[in-house]
Nanobody
Framework: VQLQASGGGLVQAGGSLRLSCVAS????????WGWYRQAPGKDREMVAA???????NYWDSVNGRFTISRDAAKNTMYLQMNSLKPEDTAVYYC??????????????????WGQGTLVTVSS
């Protein structure tokens, strides 16, 4: 399976962007999905996750502003980002475990990564 992320760009504070992640290949229905980000000089962190039955989890830093979703028919995952802040500036990566992490996905993540898409929020 390969993941292709897109949708990043430059936006002013308060604006919105929608990231997409298209998966090529066979994706098991047991797969968990997530969006990570890595800001300059910081570690990569998970910001939103969607488990295999469609239950989302959001980290405090984005809760109420970001929405993770997935269209299984299109093999595509999305991250709708609203009310963007300069501190949201980062490279965003999509991720899946193809079911291997199971209930531990939120702590372990998965082994399959998209190439990253840069989001820059200006003040």
């Amino acid at each position: 399976v390969q993941l292709q992320a897109s949708g990043g760009g430059l936006v002013q504070a308060g604006g919105s962007l929608r990231l997409s992640c298209v998966a090529s290949g066979s994706v098991p229905s047991s797969s968990n999905w997530g969006w990570y980000r890595q800001a300059p000089g910081k570690d990569r962190e998970m910001v939103a996750a969607l488990n295999s039955i469609g239950v989302p989890n959001y980290w405090d830093s984005v809760n109420g502003r970001f929405t993770i979703s997935r269209d299984a028919a299109k093999n595509t995952m999305y991250l709708q980002m609203n009310s963007l802040k300069p501190e949201d500036t980062a490279v965003y990566y999509c991720n899946t475990d193809l079911g291997y992490s199971g209930e531990y996905y939120l702590s372990l993540g998965g082994d399959y990564w998209g190439q990253g898409t840069l989001v820059t929020v200006s003040s």
